[in-house]
């Protein structure tokens, strides 16, 4: 019946592939179901909605919305010159069900934020201080265009959800920015510790043939991460 009927009305079916297309394209975190639902790790007395399991919202206070910290600067010594200080649901139990995180990003002179993704959220980037160079790389079926742009102080870049993209500090000086993510949890991979650094590593031979380059320069480079 179902088959005749759309061979009969081939309008259903488009009417159903839109709305498939509308439910995917405006996916992302759930709603929140109530006002707020603050993170608990103690399970025994809270209620399971989405995200993580929610605090009992007679025993919520007003530090599970609170995070300070965040005007000292990381330490930006390691080996990339920059450091993150997120500001997820992990950090700020508030956030739960709120579809939205933080983070501040340090960086020494010449440090980088390397190439990475976040699987679950868009990110906004704004330049507190410095000049950053920053860029994404569109899919593969857009032919993995690369987006770049210089920012300055008080500029803003948008690195779409899910593609790789890299902030540069090019200036002689620290830089700092702050970037806001869609989801409480976005998620972050790096590519070379993704793809040097897994463990148990990556068979050799699949990073050589990838990447079309000496087998021991793969090895190398899985012993460095």
Known sequence: MMKGSVLMYPQLATVAVL???????????????????????????AVFVNGKFCKDPKDVKAEDFFRPGLNVAGDTSGRQGSNVTAVTVNELPGLNTLGISLARIDFAPYGQNPPHTHPRGTEVLF????????????????????????????????????????????????????????SQNPGVITIADAVFGSEPPINPDVLTKAFQVDKNLVEYLQKLF
Do not use: M
């Open 127 to 182: 330049v507190l201080e410095g000049t950053l160079y920053v860029g994404f790389v569109t899919s593969n079926g857009d032919g993995n265009r690369l987006f770049t742009k210089v920012l300055n102080a008080g500029d803003v870049f948008v690195f779409p959800v899910g593609l790789v993209h890299f902030q540069l500090n090019i200036g002689k000086s620290n830089a700092i920015a702050f970037a806001g993510l869609s």
């Open 19 to 45: 709305a498939l297309a509308c439910s995917l394209a405006f996916a992302s975190d759930p709603s929140p179901l109530q006002d707020f639902c603050v993170a608990v790790d103690k399970y025994d007395s």
